[in-house]
Each structure stands twice: as structure tokens, then as C-alpha cells.
């Protein structure tokens, strides 16, 4: 069963910087930065208008997103499958950002999403070594919800729609990093799989055959890319 606590443990993600004595601290400082870069950064850097996927198709075509919507800022309670918010919830939700892209055919869909929290590392470390250990990252039941934008190729992409997802606690920043995808037509797809699974050679499944595993995380590989990369170019800036 689904616990509210969160258990502890060594962190299985990397720091910006050492993992002890003055290492440390620029580490919490860069990760305390990073936290206050949602409200900083202009939408078209964390989520930019057109991702370039070279190799990140299956068999290893290369792939391009355009973005086809942002969400306005808001909580979280409603972006999550109700167990996926609880388990998230002990992190607390501080500001979730997201945005929809489609595929160069318009076919397929994706949501990504930064949700930025109020945890400290410890607790972020904490969830994260959860999460993996686990497998919290591959129930159906803990799913992230995609966002349908009106008037849009992704109009008709619901929960019935989810296909594959990623999802992802970082531990160099306050932030847990997620991607769902779908087909644009508004399929129902009865066997969602997580993008791990969906992606391993010869899968199967409905969500693996159309590869929707490789969009949920190529999307969410460059998401999570350009916001290291804000968070570097943050800390290396003169206080």
C-alpha cells in the first residue's frame, strides 16, 4: 500500500557539486538557487517553442517537438492521478509549470511538467530513493495527467488518452520532472506502459509499437536538460 511517509536513504541522484564538506554547501546553495528559478526564466527557456530529439526516436531516428501550448502557473492537485498527488504531497507543491508539444506528423501528443516543490534536499533525496526503490515511477495508478489545450492539436488528450509517462525527482534541485503522452486523435488506450518499458526492444504493447515511451522521454530528457542547464548558469553568476 501507498504510505504518506517518506522513507530515507543514501540519494541515488548526483549533485551539482561533491558530496561532502564545502562541496556540500555549494551544493545546498545551488540547490536553494534552483528553486527560485521558476519564477525567473522566461517560459520559452524551460520550455522552448521547438525541441530537436537527434537519436531520440526508436531504433534511433531523430525526433522534433513543437510546442503547441503552456499551462498557466498553478497547483497541483488536479495535474496528478489522486494517489500520484499523494505521494507527492509530503514534498508540498510549490508552483507546477507545463506545457504540451506534438510530434513533426501531429500525431502524437506530450505533456511535460516541472513541479517545483518546497522540500529541502533532504526530504527531496528522501522521495527520490521512494520513488525508485519502489517503483512508484511505474504504477498505472500514479500516472501524471496530461494538459488538453483548447483549440489545438492536443485538444482531445485526457486521462483515457495516456499512453506512456516518465517521471522523475531530481535531488540538484526542488523539483520533480514528468512527461505523458498520447495519440492527438483522442484514442482510449486501454495499456498504458511506462516509458522504461514502452521503449525496451522488441515491447509489444499499443504504446511501445507507435513509440510513444521514446516521445514521453525525449520530451522529458530536454525539459530536464535546459533547466540544469539554468541552474548551472545561475550558480556560476557573482551573487
Known amino acids: 500500500m501507498l504510505g504518506l511517509g517518506l522513507l530515507g536513504g543514501a540519494a541515488t541522484g548526483t549533485l551539482l557539486t561533491g558530496d561532502g564538506g564545502s562541496g556540500t554547501v555549494s ?21 522552448p517553442p521547438t525541441l530537436k530529439g537527434e537519436g531520440a526516436g526508436p531504433g534511433g531516428a531523430d525526433r522534433t517537438w513543437t510546442r503547441v501550448a503552456v499551462a498557466p502557473d498553478s497547483g497541483c492537485k488536479t495535474a496528478f492521478d489522486p494517489l500520484l498527488y499523494k505521494a ?17 506528423t501531429q500525431s502524437q501528443v506530450t505533456t511535460v511538467g516541472l513541479m517545483f516543490t518546497k522540500a529541502d534536499l533532504e526530504a527531496t533525496k528522501a ?6 526503490e519502489q517503483g512508484l515511477d511505474r504504477r498505472t495508478d500514479l500516472m501524471p495527467r ?40 483522442g484514442r482510449t488506450v ?3 506502459e511506462p516509458a522504461a518499458e514502452a521503449m525496451k526492444p522488441g515491447a509489444t504493447t499499443a504504446p511501445a509499437q507507435a513509440g510513444l515511451g521514446h ?5 522529458a530528457d530536454r525539459i530536464e536538460r535546459g533547466l540544469r542547464k539554468a541552474v548551472q548558469k545561475s550558480t556560476e553568476q557573482p551573487s
Open 27 to 47: 551544493a545546498r546553495t545551488a540547490y536553494h538557487d534552483a528553486g527560485e528559478l521558476w519564477h525567473s526564466i522566461p517560459v520559452d527557456r524551460l520550455f
Open 88 to 104: 507527492l504531497r509530503p514534498a508540498g507543491c510549490l508552483r507546477l509549470l507545463r506545457a504540451t508539444y506534438t510530434d513533426a
Open 127 to 132: 522521495l527520490r530513493t521512494r520513488f525508485t
Open 146 to 185: 496530461p494538459y488538453a489545450a483548447k483549440d489545438t492539436v492536443a485538444a482531445g488528450f485526457g486521462d483515457a488518452q495516456r499512453a506512456s509517462w516518465t517521471l522523475n525527482v531530481l535531488t540538484d534541485a526542488p523539483v520533480v520532472v514528468y512527461a505523458v503522452s498520447g495519440f492527438a486523435d
Open 190 to 192: 486501454t495499456d498504458p
Open 215 to 219: 516521445e514521453a522521454q525525449g520530451v
